[in-house]
């Protein structure tokens, strides 16, 4: 068996799924940030907030609700293409897990 298929060993195990715990823990508290932020920069409620600051990270975008002052705009920048990264990054990790917990298995068959 080669390196890239042989399956994680226990340590590696537990750091992906700390990394994994962290990084959802982190896209809760920039999903959070974004909803207050959208709330005071553009006054919009609260599940609309949320449901901007969900649409725009995951670059779905519909264009029902757009920022429209200076300051939200270039929030948005910032905001969208760190999200992007952190959001690619722990789907990557899920599916990292999911792999590794499969291969397991299948060894142990």
């Known amino acids: 068996m080669t390196e890239e298929t042989s399956p994680p060993n226990d340590l590696e195990k537990g750091v992906n799924e700390h990394a994994f715990k962290l990084l959802?823990?982190?896209?809760f508290a920039l999903?959070?940030?974004a909803t207050v932020s959208y709330r005071g920069l553009e006054g919009w409620t609260w599940v609309d907030s949320f449901y901007f600051s969900t649409m725009a990270v995951t670059t779905v975008g519909f264009g029902d609700?757009?920022?429209?002052s200076d300051a939200s705009k270039l929030f948005t920048?910032?905001?969208v293409l760190s999200g992007i990264g952190?959001?690619?990054?722990?789907?990557d990790l899920q599916f990292?897990?999911?792999r590794d917990r499969f291969q397991k298995r299948r060894i142990r068959e």
């Open 24 to 27: 959802g823990l982190a896209v």
């Open 31 to 33: 999903l959070v940030l």
């Open 65 to 68: 609700l757009a920022p429209t």
């Open 77 to 79: 920048v910032f905001y």
């Open 86 to 91: 952190l959001i690619t990054t722990y789907i």
């Open 96 to 98: 990292r897990i999911r």
